[in-house]
């Protein structure tokens, strides 16, 4: 999973999502909004609407004119399309509409109630509230392989610096005080690497470096590395194995510094510097699974990469002003890439890395930031929300059924956006952290193999 600083996020994989919210509404959306009233017999218009609340619109690129929303019985033609997606939220309803730009109409595409989520599980207990400084950087968390822990980072002022934190949570006890792990610099990667009998953490930052020291049980050797970057490590992701860690760092999206869009693999034993994968831009997101690397990018497509030889694999996605991808996740068994664009997570069959081809399509009402699957690959879920405007509505929870493409639960309770969530290793519980300072552990009630 993904997790980067919010200065990170705003000046590259959010980039194209916040220049799109920030220009004149298109059009297409007063034209859905009409034949929603003429559905619900209604007389809604825009102003009457909380723009951050009830409605939202962004502009996808689509592999075909389907837009997302193939209708039964209808042939498309098999050429990249760009439209809107927009979204009315209105009574627990979300009505989804799709329009191609500058075309003067609107397709009703679904409505899909929103389940109510159980606010206060009791084997949890609800939230923590934790260590942060407001605004100054992306939250981020990770669950322990042994499921003893969450690590969640933080970020302390220190003499006018910053400083990094990462608070070890017991998800058992919610009386029982954080360990605290203090760094000197902040937290801006996170990921959990097990080697029987240790379990160490494995941390990016904002200086560039990468660092492991063992959590469980509790050390104090640290092990770092460091590549002549010096720009913030923006993810960090574990090989299936253990062996391997592949980081990236911040670039600026300029040709001129292509040099620096390097994935770089370490020895997870050793630290020592294995190879460096060529990306075609600079590098959002980051995982692995088995032998393939993915990695999406700030263009809006993702690179596969074989993690033995480094041979590049496949590109797909991304193209003219397609949005960057935010996250990528693979599933435990690895037959599945969830891709996170905008307010769309896009499902690919990875069964062969050099030619995936989309199973599902799921629609949220907010930018998306953070992906999981659960443990047994049968849950997908998915959080954002715009961290420049705090708002309840836009930093719900989605988990999706991956066999039915359905809904299966909706978690409501952060006031702020959500910046990361990972599900327990059983696949019973999710947690999330979020801009509004708290922890959150979900206790589902969904089916869980």
């Known amino acids: 999973m993904n997790r980067r600083l919010i200065v990170i996020l705003l000046t590259l994989t959010l980039l194209i999502p916040f220049a799109v919210s920030a220009q004149t509404t298109p059009p297409e959306v007063e034209i859905a909004l009409a034949d929603l009233n003429t559905r619900l017999g209604t007389t809604y218009t825009l102003d009457s609407l909380d723009i951050s609340e009830s409605w939202s619109w962004a502009e996808q690129r689509f592999l075909d004119a389907s837009l997302g929303c193939p209708q039964p019985d209808q042939l498309y033609a098999q050429v990249e399309s760009q439209a809107y997606v927009i979204t009315f939220t209105i009574d627990n309803q979300m009505y989804d509409y799709r329009a191609p730009r500058a075309s003067n109409q609107a397709i009703f595409c679904s409505v899909t109630t929103l389940p109510e989520a159980t606010e206060t599980p009791p084997a949890t207990g609800g939230e ?12 981020h968390l990770a669950w322990s ?16 610096a910053a400083m990094g ?26 990921e959990y690497l097990a080697t029987d009998p240790v379990i160490y953490l494995v941390t990016g930052a904002g200086a560039g470096d990468v660092a492991i020291f063992p959590v469980e049980p509790e050390g104090f050797d640290i092990l770092m590395m460091q590549t002549s970057d010096v720009a913030t490590v923006t ?80 590109f797909f996605g991304g193209g003219g002003n ?31 890395p050099a030619n995936l081809t989309i199973s599902q399509t799921y629609i949220s009402d ?30 719900a929870i989605r988990v999706w059924d991956t066999t039915t493409g359905e809904i299966a639960a909706t978690l409501r309770g952060h006031t702020d956006a959500v910046g990361d969530i990972a599900f327990s290793p059983d696949g019973v519980r999710l947690a999330s952290v979020s801009y509004d ?13």
Do not use: C, K
Request: hydrophobic share 45%.
């Open 128 to 139: 923590w509230e934790y260590v942060a400084v407001a605004g100054s950087f992306n939250p």
């Open 145 to 160: 392989p042994s499921g003893a822990e969450i690590a969640v980072s933080g970020v302390v002022e220190s003499s006018g």
């Open 165 to 190: 934190m990462i608070l070890l949570y017991n998800p058992a006890d919610l009386t029982e005080l954080p360990r605290q792990v203090p760094l000197n610099q902040p937290v801006t990667a996170l």
């Open 235 to 314: 993810d960090v992701a574990i090989s299936e194995d253990q062996q391997v860690i592949a980081s990236v760092n911040a670039a600026q999206n300029d040709p001129a510094l292509s040099d620096l869009w390097s994935i770089h693999l370490w020895n997870a034993s050793t630290g020592e510097a294995l190879s460096n994968l060529e990306a075609p831009a600079p590098v959002t997101s980051l995982d692995i699974n088995g032998s393939l690397i993915a990695a999406g990018v700030l263009g809006g497509g993702v690179a596969v990469y074989d993690i033995t030889s480094g041979e590049q694999l496949g």
């Open 322 to 352: 397609a949005i960057a991808v935010t996250e990528v996740s693979f599933s435990p068994d690895g037959t599945m890439l969830a891709v996170a664009n905008g307010m769309t997570v896009t499902l690919w069959d990875t069964t062969d």
């Open 366 to 395: 907010s930018t998306l930031l953070s992906l999981d699957f659960s443990a047994d690959g049968a849950f997908l879920a998915a959080a954002g929300g715009d961290p420049s405007v705090p708002n309840a509505a836009t930093s």
């Open 437 to 449: 300072g708290t922890l959150r552990v979900w206790q589902l009630g969904i089916a869980v193999g």
